[in-house]
């Protein structure tokens, strides 16, 4: 490749703090801390997008050359990059958390890349000012659930960072998975993942909550100049530049929340430190995927109690993230009106959103009165009948809408007790389906594509991605790059690859890492 041209804006453009290096502390009046990945002892290539690297221009030779390893397992830098940790605060399972910034994030760079530019972020390269008493590490098995599922993500078509590599450190990191005083030493490896911008909301809470109007001001006018290719972006500061931005924020947030809910992922931990204002996936921690349907279900064992993040109330806290955000935003809007206007548009564009996946999933042209009970009515069989909401949905692509037979949908249920006691509803919901599908007369191989399309075979469910880190904790990596070959064409049928389209297996059901996580990664 040509050598990579890095123009690092956020560092450049935005106030820093006036002591470097990594030694914890309390940052105020700057956005960011200039720190150092801290190298490792063997860093070893385990796995790359290709995709990602022809994005930011690496090609295979570059990517291969031990350098590589070198640079994204942070023992080395590519000229033009200036590492730096950014700072912000947060809202942690609906409390104000203070401070909280990159604690094992280091960002190397702004890669200019084909017009684009993209922010090189590396997870687990060490401490930062903002790692409190943590190491600043990333062990093995959650890289690995990052870099898988940050390019699933992408290739179901939902908003996401992006993951370049995953580099195996050679050295040991130290975890209590549990939080239950069983602490042991696991693999340590870093990602290096990729994205437009990480600024999330808490980057504006924590100077709003210090009272520093000045930081809040720039980060705002520095958002939009960098981030936001909009027309709103070459109006003045101010109203209506701050609203239309505010609701470009509130609406990306509706789409991405209701791209969630289609394909059935579950964040785990949707703090507003973990919310980007592009509308992207961040921060890949404790999420999981609904496989029986149940709408109170959480992957996050530290939200086992309350589970304020359940698959079925994330469209609740994006919003209460949203008024969070508003809040802070409030110095700098003379009334409340316009901030008010991006929440209601967070409501319509998630209502808008919602339909459409609804009409896609179910196989229907135009919306039509009844046609939301009709899918409340089909997701409570699934809830009722204990059955797979993927295979579910996927199953409906194969119903005959002429000859309705609930046959096509057996692979989905769990239990053949609440099969047996869920067949005759189910029957009767597919009579109904059916004849409103035929009501519309689409053709059928359009239709069949539609719904194929909304309602993926392929995702990246808890258990799966467990074999594929039980592998590498044995030495094996080839796992992680069969099941991202898998995960690349997440809506296509893949002959021979069945296996990655199945029920959760029983010894899955309670299996740690296959049904609810901790934070501890």
């Not at 385990?46 to 090609?59: I, M, Q, R």
């Not at 509803?425 to 007369?441: G, I, K």
Request: glycine share 10%; aromatic share 10%; with cysteine.
């Amino acid at each position: 490749m040509m050598s990579p041209v890095f123009d690092n804006r956020f560092i450049r453009e935005l106030p820093g703090d006036t002591e470097t290096g990594p030694r914890r502390r309390e940052v105020t009046g700057a956005a960011w801390s200039s720190v150092s990945p801290m190298p490792v002892a063997a860093p070893c290539l385990l796995a790359h997008s290709p995709e990602v690297a022809a994005l930011l221009g690496f090609d295979a030779a570059t990517v291969q050359a031990p350098g590589f390893a070198e640079v994204f397992g942070g023992n080395a830098l590519y000229p033009g990059m200036q590492p730096w940790a950014a700072n912000y605060g947060g809202h942690q399972f609906g409390h104000w958390a203070g401070q909280l910034g990159d604690g094992r994030a280091i960002s190397l760079g702004e890669l200019l890349a084909d017009g684009r530019r993209w922010e090189l972020q590396l997870k687990g390269a060490g401490p930062t000012p903002y790692s409190r008493s943590a190491d600043g590490r990333a062990v093995l098995r959650s890289s690995i659930r990052e870099f898988l599922c940050s390019e699933a993500m992408h290739h179901l078509g939902v908003p996401t960072t992006r993951a370049l590599s995953l580099v195996g450190t050679g050295e040991a990191v130290v975890r209590d998975m549990f939080y239950d005083g069983h602490p042991r030493a696991e693999p340590g490896a870093v990602v290096c993942r990729v994205a437009p911008s990480f600024i999330r909301f808490g980057s504006f809470e924590l100077p709003a909550a210090r009272g520093d109007v000045g930081l809040l001001r720039q980060l705002v006018d520095f958002c939009i100049d960098r981030d936001f290719d909009h027309a709103f972006r070459h109006l003045p500061p101010g109203l209506p530049r701050d609203g239309d931005w505010f609701a470009e924020v509130c609406t990306r947030t509706a789409t991405l929340v209701a791209q969630w809910m289609r394909v059935g992922f579950v964040h785990g931990v949707m703090n507003t430190d973990n919310m980007s204002v592009l509308g992207l996936t961040l921060d890949y921690g404790p999420y999981g995927w609904v496989e029986d349907y149940d709408p109170d279900w959480t992957p996050n064992t530290t939200d086992a109690q309350g589970r304020r993040y359940r698959f079925g109330t994330q469209m609740q806290v994006a919003y209460w993230n949203l008024v969070r955000l508003a809040q802070a935003l409030s110095p700098l809007f003379d009334e409340v009106a316009p901030l008010q206007a991006g929440l209601d548009a967070f409501q319509s564009r998630f209502a808008e959103e919602e339909r459409r996946h609804l009409l896609a999933k179910l196989g229907l042209g135009e919306y039509r009165e009844g046609d939301e009970a009709l899918m409340a009515q089909f997701l409570q069989l699934l809830h009722d009948g204990e059955m797979d909401m993927t295979l579910a949905f996927r199953a409906l692509a194969d119903v005959d809408p002429d000859r309705p037979d609930a046959a096509a949908l057996e692979g989905a249920f769990y239990s053949a007790e609440r099969r047996a006691r869920a067949m005759p509803a189910l029957h009767d919901w597919l009579q109904r389906h059916a004849a409103r599908v035929r009501d519309e007369a689409l053709p059928a191989a359009g239709r069949r594509r539609t719904m194929q399309a909304a309602n993926p075979k392929y995702v990246p469910r808890n258990w799966l991605l467990q074999q594929a880190i039980d592998r590498a904790e044995r030495g094996d990596v080839a796992g992680i790059g069969e099941l991202l070959d898998v995960l690349r064409h997440p809506c296509d049928e893949q002959p021979g690859r069945e296996a990655f389209a199945q029920r959760r297996p029983e010894w899955a059901r309670e299996r740690a890492g296959c049904s609810m996580l901790s934070c501890s990664s």
